[in-house]
Nanobody
Framework: QVQLVESGGGLVQAGGSLRLSCAAS????????MGWYRQAPGKQRELVAS???????NYADSVKGRFTISRDNAKNTVFLQMDSLKPQDTAVYYC???????????????WGKGTLVTVST
């Protein structure tokens, strides 16, 4: 069974920083792409940033230059460093990974339970 455990959310003042982590675990798994999505109240879930197994990254325009995604392949962990946070960054942040399980032909998407980030003015 695959598990994703997120950590690092919380309350921060505008201009501050937070670092999110998401660790994937499970028997015989191979991690493909990893990423972070967020969902603000009353809005649709949106992609924040993603990173391939080779390290190529992609960011939403709204976070470019402020957020940095990285991963530790040895620990099956993805990180999101969030700097210069703004009140509009307030949302529940979800980890998403594409995982190939032992014996499977294709990878499947898995989601974390989400961690709340609140940015105050």
């Amino acid at each position: 069974q695959v598990q994703l455990v997120e950590s690092g959310g919380g309350l921060v003042q505008a201009g501050g920083s937070l670092r999110l982590s998401c660790a994937a675990s499970g028997y015989g798994i191979s991690i493909n792409a990893m990423g972070w999505y967020r969902q603000a109240p009353g809005k649709q879930r949106e992609l924040v940033a993603s990173i391939t197994s080779g390290g190529s990254t992609n960011y939403a325009d709204s976070v470019k230059g402020r957020f940095t995604i990285s991963r530790d392949n040895a620990k099956n962990t993805v990180f999101l460093q969030m700097d210069s946070l703004k009140p509009q960054d307030t949302a529940v942040y979800y980890c998403n990974t594409n995982i190939l399980r032992l014996g499977a032909l294709y990878g499947s998407d898995y989601w974390g339970k989400g961690t709340l980030v609140t940015v105050s003015t």
